[in-house]
Nanobody, 117 residues
Framework: QVQLVESGGGLVQPGGSLRLSCVAS????????MGWYRQAPGKQRELVAN???????NYADSVKDRLTISRDNAKNTVYLQMNSLKPEDTAVYYC???????????WGQGTQVTVST
């Protein structure tokens, strides 16, 4: 069992930046594939980005060149740096953790990001 706690969400104007953080309660954090998903009102949860145990990253086309995922294994933390934010980025952002080759995803409680004037 892994517990995930997100932070860093909030209200930002279009074009602004936020950095989300997610701390995982596991002694083997470095073995997990970490990801960020988001869910907007009335829409399905979608993958934003993930980062493998070796640091390889994968992004949704809609966020490439604007959002950056990174991890600090010494701090059991995964980050999502969000730049040039758009109103369509408004959603609840969820952190996820999964062991490679396993189907089970652990989820955080989510953090709200609102991009608006």
């Amino acid at each position: 069992q892994v517990q995930l706690v997100e932070s860093g969400g909030g209200l930002v104007q279009p074009g602004g930046s936020l950095r989300l953080s997610c701390v995982a309660s596991t002694s083997i954090f470095r073995t997990y594939v970490m990801g960020w998903y988001r869910q907007a009102p009335g829409k399905q949860r979608e993958l934003v980005a993930n980062i493998g145990v070796g640091g390889r990253t994968n992004y949704a086309d809609s966020v490439k060149d604007r959002l950056t995922i990174s991890r600090d294994n010494a701090k059991n933390t995964v980050y999502l740096q969000m730049n040039s934010l758009k109103p369509e980025d408004t959603a609840v952002y969820y952190c996820s953790a999964r062991l490679p080759f396993e189907a089970t995803n652990y989820w955080g409680q989510g953090t709200q990001v609102t991009v608006s004037t």
